[in-house]
């Protein structure tokens, strides 16, 4: 491994998506290839990126939060497969760039932030995976509801301010790790047979995208 912390082989999928069909890094160095998938070029969306820590793939994380929020969509829709399926594509992506997982939560640290939180008012849907149904804030008050698919709890993981980028950063990041690590349900009898992630990820508001 390099001083950069960047892998000393060829990468040839990208890191945040999982895409394989172009070489994404070789022999340490970015490039700069464009992913047909989802837009991120290499060296520049996913520079600077460390493995195996969460602090290093953070950025990673957010970036395909945002992605994942915003529909999926591809860079070049001509080259999506007919049968694609998103969580299988991120399998593609090694562990040390993926499974790291969060530190462990301050929980007084968040309770004091929430009063700078920002909020929809009442809130039946999960800011960090899109579940809806449930009551996660009441007049901009968290329930400490822990949503049964991705795990997060109300007032403690979903903190951020809707519509502002900056502030958006820590719910990208945990719902681009849930999806990484195959969005396992917190409750899996809850998971419904016929789900899809994606279309549970259109549901989540505009404001936390």
């Known amino acids: 491994m390099s001083e950069e912390g960047m892998l000393d082989e060829v990468e040839d999928f990208c890191r945040m998506c999982g895409y394989d069909e172009d070489r994404f890094w070789e022999?340490?160095?970015p490039t700069s290839a464009i992913c047909d998938c989802c837009g991120s070029e290499s060296g520049i969306g996913d520079m600077g990126a460390k493995p195996g820590s969460w602090s290093g793939v953070e950025g990673l994380h957010s970036y395909r939060g945002w992605w994942l929020g915003s529909g999926a969509r591809w860079e070049r829709p001509r080259q999506k497969p007919r049968d694609w399926d998103v969580l299988r594509q991120l399998e593609n992506i090694p562990p040390?760039?993926?499974t790291?997982?969060?530190?462990?939560?301050?929980?007084?640290?968040?309770?004091?932030e929430r009063a700078s939180s920002g909020s929809l008012g009442t809130e039946t849907v999960c800011r960090i995976c899109g579940l809806s149904g449930l009551l996660f804030w009441r007049d901009g008050v968290p329930t400490?509801?822990?949503?049964?698919s991705?795990?997060?709890?109300?007032?403690?993981?979903?903190?951020g301010t809707p519509g502002v980028w900056d502030a958006l950063h820590g719910i990208r990041a945990r719902r681009g790790y849930?999806?990484?690590?195959?969005?396992?349900?917190?409750v899996p009898a809850a998971r419904p047979s016929?789900?899809?992630?994606?279309?549970?990820?259109?549901?989540?508001?505009?404001?936390?995208r």
């Open 27 to 29: 022999a340490g160095w």
């Open 96 to 98: 040390q760039w993926r």
């Open 100 to 112: 790291a997982a969060p530190p462990p939560v301050d929980r007084a640290r968040r309770i004091a």
């Open 144 to 148: 400490e509801t822990v949503c049964p």
């Open 150 to 159: 991705c795990g997060a709890e109300s007032g403690i993981d979903d903190l």
């Open 178 to 186: 849930w999806a990484a690590v195959g969005a396992p349900w917190a």
């Open 194 to 208: 016929e789900w899809d992630v994606l279309a549970q990820l259109a549901c989540v508001p505009d404001g936390w």
